[in-house]
């Protein structure tokens, strides 16, 4: 099946210093990835939808200057928390759909456990 | 905008009884349909999609348009159904973006 690898599984850092996050698809190549975050016991936010090559579409009331994302390739989507602070500690997911995928199907990444201190 | 409600925060059943977990959704155009599970320590994976009408490790989800519903069903708990469920709907045509509902813990007891 599709695999989908997240890096890093937990970070902790400084209020101030940015973070990235990578997301690759291992066996496929997907065209579209998805950011989410997820709050304690709450559900999945989207947060961004990645296209490769492309800017990427941020949900209202998500920062775009904060959460900065690049897909720069078919298999690779990064998200970069920039200036973090204590209230951007979360767990991030990605996920992403095959290219050509008439399913709709998101397969999704084990998350990042961002703490900032 | 679309929403989807899980009203049940956690669901507590013995093994072999029935499970129904419940989703609702409110959507204006035609939706698509899907349930993801989460077993412990494991990310997040696709259970079944409405669309696809089968059953999976004795699961199966009806989409009634009626009463805007797509509850997951298995007449049979098992221990290793003991998971967090999230239902999730597709937000139409063209658009792969899912909204999720805020999940079931679902806990079998041997």
């Known amino acids: 099946g599709a695999v989908v690898s997240q890096h890093p599984s937990r970070v902790i850092c400084k209020s101030g210093t940015s973070v990235k996050i990578e997301c690759r698809s291992l066996?496929?190549?997907?065209?579209?990835m998805f950011w989410y975050r997820q709050f304690p016991k709450q559900s999945l936010m989207l947060m961004a939808t990645?296209?490769?090559?492309?800017?990427?579409?941020?949900e209202q009331g998500v920062e775009k200057d904060k959460f900065l994302i690049n897909h720069a390739s078919l298999t690779l989507s990064t998200l970069t928390v920039t200036s973090a602070h204590p209230e951007d500690s979360s767990f991030y997911i990605c996920?992403?759909?095959?290219?050509?995928?008439?399913?709709?199907?998101?397969?999704f990444g084990a998350g990042t456990r961002l703490s900032v201190l | 905008a679309q929403r989807v409600t899980q009203p049940e925060k956690l669901l507590s059943v013995f093994k072999g009884a029935p499970v129904e977990l419940k989703c609702n959704y409110s959507?204006?155009?035609?939706?698509?349909l899907f349930w993801y599970v989460q077993y412990s320590r494991q990310r997040l994976q696709l259970l079944l999609r409405?669309?696809s009408r089968e059953s999976i490790k004795g699961f199966t989800a009806d989409l009634n348009k009626g009463e805007t519903s797509f509850h997951l069903k298995k007449p049979f708990a098992q221990e290793e159904d003991s998971a967090m469920y999230y239902c999730?709907?597709?937000?139409?045509?063209?658009?792969?973006?899912?909204?999720f509902g805020k999940g079931t813990k679902l806990s079998v007891i041997p």
């Open positions: 066996d496929f190549q997907a065209t579209t």
């Open positions: 959507y204006s155009g035609s939706p698509e």
């Open positions: 409405h669309i």
């Open positions: 999730a709907l597709r937000r139409g045509a063209g658009s792969y973006q899912l909204t």
């Open positions: 990645s296209n490769e090559g492309s800017k990427a579409t941020y």
């Open positions: 996920s992403a759909r095959g290219q050509g995928d008439g399913k709709n199907i998101q397969y």
